[in-house]
């Protein structure tokens, strides 16, 4: 069996009969739990030779993309004494003997359903000493004959052997529009207003095997609708961003199949890959630890699929989202895959406290995507954060140009709540960024339903602005303890913002 990243991500299935391999093209990959049916579609026969192949076919071939030897073995037949006249018959019972593949397996053939091309089979695994209710084969990813996951081959597609096929992908081009029509009648609507699925802030870092864990990435949130000839770019509040990061107008060559939907973080990095959120406010800036041109670059890290190969992936498991994701991405295309780890959270926040970094992201491995906020996806902040509200500012004293410090609040019940003043995390040219910002916005009245005392005179103006800031707790009023502005938030909706409150991690609790 070997997996084949094609048109789309599908494995391979071969049985030697008579002199050659027929094939089945498995779209989900097989399985060892009892009586769940994968579609098969029978392919043609392949030459014996092609069996141990792994590498690359070019593009222009048929069947052009990467190829991995994903497992191997011997099989023998359970009923008849010939595979080609059982297959001929349209079931074929066998119990195969390879390395991740054991026990006894049925193949049948199936009606197509309306308009369908091709020749459908059903491939499943029977009850016998191997069946494995809670096997999974995104666990399963590396080669059996070189021990590398398909993701790793594509990042080193340049060394990889290569297969000329005997036939070009469609010589008159008739074959390639066939096929686009019958995958674009099957296809599953392309989702276009997606909102992101939102975390759930807990206090402390866990471990946990149900969950996997992931880096929190300091940028600006987007999910991306990439098709052949369109890109949209979209924050979390339905903004476009696609206008202020145009280098994202190509993402189409960074995916290998499209049309995609994927989420992600937009950040700048430093030369040792940790994001730094005020360089996306000023890009043309130099920013600390970046030695790179200006503008600074920008890198989308895409940590979620949401649509790929005409199929909404939203209801499919975390994990066999991101497994598909790693395997679509293209490097060197301004996309970077997030990595995650299984169960160790504790130790990857200790990396985001020794890295400097804003914390973890936590999630549940079979959790569904949900445009919501969700107990299934957390966050852990190495150091507390919260966006809130620019209410006004005060007079600044001495030789501060500007205002002195920024009045802030969250909403709650509607109304605007005063969590106190930053007056520290700021610069010459923030300080004249943000006065320019807040002086068309001016207003008599104070925004807060409980004004607060200031000790220079306040300046009131509407509630539009979004900051983050850092700070070291809450105290028992509800006002900021020795808060630092981070940034402005131009992708957060100011009415969305609310004193986020720490939860049980357990979306099961």
């Not at 003997?97 to 199936?110: A, E, M, Q, S």
């Not at 973080?265 to 000023?282: I, N, T, W, Y």
Request: positive net charge; aromatic residues 8%; contains cysteine.
């Amino acid at each position: 069996m070997q997996e084949h990243r094609a048109t789309r991500l599908h494995w391979d299935f071969r049985l030697e009969a008579d002199g050659v391999m027929p094939s089945w093209a498995v779209t989900r990959g097989p399985t060892l739990v009892p009586l769940e049916k994968r579609l098969a579609m029978k392919t043609e026969d392949h030459p014996l030779d092609y069996q141990t192949f792994e590498g690359v076919i070019p593009a222009g071939n048929y069947g052009a993309g990467e190829v991995i030897v994903w497992d191997n073995g011997t099989y023998t037949l359970a009923e008849g004494d010939d595979p080609v006249r059982e297959i001929a018959k349209g079931k074929l019972k066998i119990v195969l003997h390879g390395k991740k593949l054991k026990g006894l397996f049925t193949l049948v053939k199936i009606k197509p359903r309306e308009g369908e091309h091709g020749e459908p089979w059903l491939l499943f695994k029977d009850h016998d000493e191997y069946d494995d209710a809670g096997w999974k084969i995104e666990q399963h990813a590396q080669s059996v004959k070189s021990g590398k996951t398909l993701a790793q081959l594509q990042a080193s597609r340049k060394d990889a052997p290569i297969w000329q096929s005997n036939r070009s992908a469609a010589p008159d081009g008739t074959a390639v529009k066939r096929a686009a029509r019958a995958k674009a009648a099957h296809a599953d609507p392309l989702p276009r207003d997606v909102k992101p699925m939102l975390t759930t802030l807990v206090a402390k870092p866990f471990d946990d095997d149900r969950w996997l864990f992931e880096l929190k990435w300091d940028g600006y949130r987007a999910i991306a609708v990439v098709e052949a000839d369109r890109v949209t770019l979209t924050s979390r509040n339905a903004k476009d961003l696609l206008h202020q990061f145009k280098e994202m107008e190509g993402l189409s060559a960074a995916f290998r199949s499209i049309p995609v939907v994927v989420d992600g973080e937009l950040c700048v990095l430093d030369k040792d890959g940790r994001p730094h959120f005020q360089a996306l406010q000023s890009r043309d800036k130099p920013v600390r630890g970046l030695k790179r041109a200006r503008p600074s670059p920008v890198t989308f890290v895409v940590f979620d699929l949401l649509y790929a190969d005409g199929r909404d992936l939203r209801e499919r498991p975390l994990e066999e989202r991101k497994r598909l994701l790693e395997t679509l991405i293209v490097p060197d295309h301004g996309v970077m895959y997030s990595k995650h780890v299984a169960g160790t959270g504790k130790e990857l926040f200790a990396l985001a406290e020794r890295r400097g970094l804003e914390g973890i992201v936590g999630k549940v491995r079979t959790s569904p995507y949900r445009s919501t906020r969700s107990r299934e996806w957390v966050k852990i902040k190495t150091r507390k954060r919260q966006e809130l509200v620019i209410g006004g500012w005060t007079e600044p004293r001495g030789s501060r140009k500007g205002f002195g410090a920024l009045l802030l609040g969250y909403y709650e019940g509607g109304d605007l709540h005063y969590a106190g003043h930053v007056g520290t995390g700021f610069d010459g040219d923030l300080l004249k960024m943000l006065t320019a910002k807040m002086a068309p916005l001016a207003r008599k009245t104070p925004p807060f339903v409980d004004v607060p005392k200031t000790n220079t005179p306040a300046h009131w103006v509407k509630p539009e602005l979004v900051a983050e800031i850092a700070f070291a707790e809450w105290t028992r009023e509800g006002i900021l303890r020795q808060p630092v502005f981070i940034g402005l938030r131009s992708d957060k909706d100011p009415k969305t913002v609310v004193r986020e409150r720490e939860a049980h991690a357990d979306p099961d609790a």
